[in-house]
């Protein structure tokens, strides 16, 4: 689920920072440029995790910036294919159940991935799993109650670049409510499935 990841960047350090320490400014501009940002195709990026190397490159003729060549390396976030994870329901729609880890809400447990039988309680506005032990038994109602912790396994995760070359390219129309609505998207998502045994709300496999 998370791990480090070695990335090399240019940094450029204004004037008024040039007497505070090298490595202490390095990590100030890291940390705002990278911490809780998604790297594409590598994952959500957690905080910085060390310094390994700064090369000095110029100093800069327009505004006296320090410009710096820095190796380091990013504690970062994203699960594989298959892992099992907990988090807790953040929110239910007709389209399936949100899940959120707390640092990050972007997992969605589409509605053909919950457990079956399962139906959408318009009234609770929640979804209801028809549990049966055995096929002889009676259903029993299973809630996935708002804030309850989930268990639930990564299908997978896709990447969605939404940097503004990227707007562009695609032609978002501003005016249109629709296009606008939906080019607001998150740069990384995850799809989980809560259909397996096992999976679901702690509280229905603790009683």
Request: hydrophobic residues 40%.
């Amino acid at each position: 689920m998370f791990f480090v990841v070695e990335i090399k960047d240019v940094i450029y350090v204004k004037p008024h920072l040039h007497g505070k320490d090298r490595l202490e400014s390095a990590v100030h501009i890291l940390n705002r440029k990278y911490a809780n940002k998604v790297l594409c195709g590598i994952g959500l990026c957690i905080s910085l995790f060390d310094i390994t190397k700064i090369t000095d490159l110029s100093i800069s003729d327009k505004d006296g910036s320090a410009c710096s060549e820095v190796r380091f390396r990013c504690a970062a976030f994203r699960p594989f294919q298959g892992e099992i994870l907990i988090g807790k329901v953040k929110r239910c729609t007709q389209e399936g159940i949100q899940i959120s880890l707390g640092f990050f809400d972007d997992i969605t447990a589409p509605s053909a991935l919950l457990p079956h039988p399962s139906q959408f309680d318009q009234e609770e506005q929640t979804w209801v799993w028809a549990y049966k032990a055995d096929e002889n038994d009676e259903s029993h109602n299973l809630y996935f109650d708002i804030g309850e912790e989930i268990r639930f396994a990564v299908v997978q995760d896709h990447f969605t670049d939404i940097s503004p070359q990227a707007a562009v390219t695609a032609k978002v129309e501003p005016n249109d409510a629709d296009d606008t609505a939906s080019a607001k998207k998150s740069p990384y998502t995850i799809t989980a499935s809560v259909s397996e045994p096992g999976l679901g709300l702690l509280s229905w496999w603790q009683s």
